[in-house]
């Protein structure tokens, strides 16, 4: 592509979708020419905030046939690989939020379309781009850290008090049907970009029900543990949910040469650009405040005070970058979305089987796919057919329809008190 022009983006989902567009308005490489959404109420809201000048679609096939260079996606999380497909077989490139794919046929499907389509597909694990993690990055590969050992990622986010909206108060929303294992690539995707290394083999861990989950009208456990080998034997621990008592995002890394390990972030801090460091030769202690800028990089100006740290916007840039033909941006393709993402797959496979230890397949080899093309075990009746998962390992827990019917009435209020707010 040639790079006087600018990257044409079309976004799916105008919630999370919002955000990430935004970046259009912030960067000279890109802008934004399409949004689509099958939320009315959504998709007036977004035509109130980017106005003339952009088309609106609640239609995927029109919107797919929009002069687009990227396809976001950004609607439901257990929906992107069948969108991933459809925009790679209408001739786009495509960057994929959370997550990739929900089964391994679904996964199969996907890294055939991406083979055949010849188009970048690229996976929107913003946490990877997050200053501590980009800068435990830059030293692992830079040698100085030495060969990678093990690693630690936490990803526990107490999402009740908003519950209501981010599960529309829905019963059977995938996030009130996902298992504690799903929504894992937040804690394993950073060590993983800052590794270069593939998972072999995991070992799952589910926390108990709680009653805290029960009245969310959540059916899975509240957090998930993974303990992961790596192709050179070293191992990561994985900790995330959505049911914790506190908001907790933090990394650390060992290497054969020193330690790194981010803050504590709380939430709504900036605990993820704070980075601890010891290192040989170095060798001393030395603890190092990592702000936006001072990463050895020229986004910083630009990233600074943008969503997520600033990490949303290094995402997009070096999506951009990808498009534009760059050879050295720094975007996560669909293979290392699966090493991302499998672990936590697999874990829960691993706790269902007793928590015996699971190996983890390389999807770059066409002929280990064609041994998972048939497999659609997930927690979405309308995906798994007969091979349907329990929510949590012991069982669906019974949720009286009560409790949704009190979350109902908190998105009622929630969504009356913002029209009140746009009509003063």
């Given at each position: ?12 989902g ?24 099958n ?23 029109a ?9 976001v996606?950004?609607?439901?999380a ?19 939020e ?5 089964t ?44 990678f050992?093990?690693g ?18 829905d019963?059977?929303?995938?996030r009130n ?13 950073p ?23 029960r ?15 790596l ?9 995330h ?83 534009l ?13 699966c ?13 269902l ?8 397949p ?11 093309r048939n497999d ?26 009560s ?8 998105l ?7 029209a009140?707010?746009?009509?003063k």
């Amino acid at each position: 592509m040639d790079r006087t022009e600018k990257v044409k983006i079309g976004v799916l989902g105008g919630g999370r979708g919002l955000t990430i567009a935004q970046f259009c308005g912030q960067s000279d490489q890109a802008k934004l020419v399409a949004v689509c959404d099958n939320d009315l109420r959504c998709l007036n809201e977004l035509k109130s905030h980017f106005g003339e000048g952009v088309a609106y679609y609640d239609d995927f096939d029109a919107f797919l046939n929009h002069d687009m260079d990227l396809v976001v996606l950004a609607n439901y999380a257990n929906a992107h690989a069948p969108f991933a497909i459809r925009a790679l077989n209408a001739g786009k490139n495509v960057l994929s939020e959370l997550l990739p794919f929900q089964t391994m046929k679904e996964a199969c499907e996907l890294a055939d379309a991406i083979d055949k389509s010849k188009k970048l597909y690229i996976y929107g694990e913003n946490c990877c781009f997050m200053g501590a993690p980009r800068k435990m990055r830059q030293l692992f590969r830079s040698g100085r850290m030495g060969t990678f050992r093990y690693g630690e990622g936490e990803y526990m986010h107490d999402l009740e008090k908003d519950w209501h909206r981010h599960s529309h108060s829905d019963p059977d929303h995938w996030r009130n049907t996902m298992t504690a294992f799903f929504y894992c690539t937040h804690s394993i995707g950073p060590l993983i970009h800052i590794s270069g290394l593939r998972p072999v083999s995991v070992t799952g861990f589910e926390a108990p029900y709680t009653e805290k989950m029960r009245r969310m009208g959540a059916k899975g456990a509240p957090f998930g543990m993974e303990i992961i080998t790596l192709e050179n034997g070293a191992l990561l621990k994985s900790v995330h949910g959505v049911g914790p008592a506190e908001y907790s995002l933090w990394y650390s890394c060992l290497g054969d040469k020193g330690k790194l390990e981010s803050g504590r972030c709380i939430l709504n801090e900036e605990g993820y650009n704070d980075i601890y460091v010891k290192a040989e030769p170095s060798a001393d202690d030395k603890s190092i405040e990592l702000d936006t800028a001072d990463v050895d990089d020229a986004l910083a100006k630009q990233a600074k005070g943008r969503s997520h740290g600033g990490a949303d916007y290094y995402m997009m840039y070096n999506a951009c970058e990808a498009v534009l033909g760059n050879p050295d941006a720094d975007y996560i393709d669909f293979y290392e979305a699966c090493d991302m993402f499998l672990p936590g797959m697999f874990a829960y496979f691993s706790v269902l089987d007793g928590n015996k230890p699971q190996a983890i397949p390389d999807l770059r080899d066409k002929a280990i796919r064609d041994h998972w093309r048939n497999d659609t075990r997930c927690t979405d009746p309308a995906v798994a057919g007969d091979q349907l998962l329990p929510s949590c390992s012991k069982g669906n827990p019974d949720i009286p329809q009560s409790v949704y019917d009190r979350l109902k009435e908190k998105l009622d209020k929630f969504y009356a008190e913002e029209a009140a707010k746009k009509e003063k």
